[in-house]
């Protein structure tokens, strides 16, 4: 019976995604790595980067997660758009994303 919660609740709000997570971003000056922090509440995610400001916020429905948000780049020394959209399997994440008019691809896994 609580084997069959757990599955229901995973379908309703989507994998788990709670936790840290190191990613590599493939950009187009050069692979970029950070690890990142997700909390989730009913099925709202917010996601912390190191050097971000506030966290980015979205959903997440079955695999498919999704962000939006304001985000700091030290390297560019300004804020601006970020978007991600990815499919999580497990421990391991993959997907897009985008920062102003800078598109790249990532792949993640969740730290231990």
């Keep these: 019976m609580k084997l ?6 995973i ?14 971003w493939n ?3 050069g692979e970029r790595r950070s690890t990142l922090t997700f909390t989730v509440q009913n099925g ?3 996601c912390s980067f190191p050097d971000a400001k506030e966290p980015i916020k979205g959903t997440i429905e079955g695999s498919r997660l999704k962000l939006s948000g304001k985000l700091y780049s030290p390297e560019a020394g300004s804020e601006g758009k ?7 399997d497990g421990a391991k994440m993959k997907g ?3 920062w102003e008019e800078h598109s ?3 792949t993640a896994t969740r730290q231990n």
């Design 4 to 9: 069959a919660a757990l599955f229901l609740s």
């Design 96 to 98: 897009t994303s985008s």
């Design 27 to 29: 950009t187009p000056g």
């Design 82 to 88: 970020f978007e991600l959209e990815g499919a999580i």
């Design 11 to 24: 379908a309703a709000f989507g994998a788990d995604v709670a936790g840290k997570w190191d990613f590599i």
């Design 44 to 46: 709202a995610v917010q």
């Design 104 to 106: 790249m691809t990532f």
